[in-house]
């Protein structure tokens, strides 16, 4: 079993920032996969970023590439998603996965309870 808590959510101004936090518990950090996926309000669950074990391999969804920025530390068990130029389409509750694969069209079976962004003026 794996336990994920996100945290760094909040209300950001159009073209503000954000750092979201996922803090993992149970198994090995080591051994997963880390991932961000979003869902907005009547909006089918998107993914965001997802970084490879150790950190060496990452991957975006097309609509954050060049903005957001996924890393993690694993002395941490901790995976970070940096999110620059936020617009009111990033609005959504965003979800950290833990996956044993890098195949994000299917997540693992981890998941966080989600934190909100709200992008606003």
């Known amino acids: 079993q794996v336990q994920l808590v996100e945290s760094g959510g909040g209300l950001v101004q159009p073209g503000g920032s954000l750092r979201l936090s996922c803090v993992a518990s149970g198994r090995p950090f080591s051994s997963y996969s880390m991932g961000w996926f979003r869902q907005a309000p009547g909006k089918e669950r998107e993914f965001v970023a997802g970084?490879?074990?150790?950190?060496?391999?990452?991957t975006y969804g097309d609509s954050v590439k060049g903005r957001f920025t996924i890393s993690r530390d694993n002395a941490k068990n901790t995976v970070y998603l940096q999110m620059n130029s936020l617009n009111a389409e990033d609005t959504a509750v965003y979800y950290c996965n833990a996956s044993p694969s890098f195949i994000w069209s299917r997540p693992g079976d981890y998941w966080g309870q989600g934190t909100q962004v709200t992008v606003s003026s």
């Open positions: 970084i490879s074990r150790i950190g060496t391999r990452t």
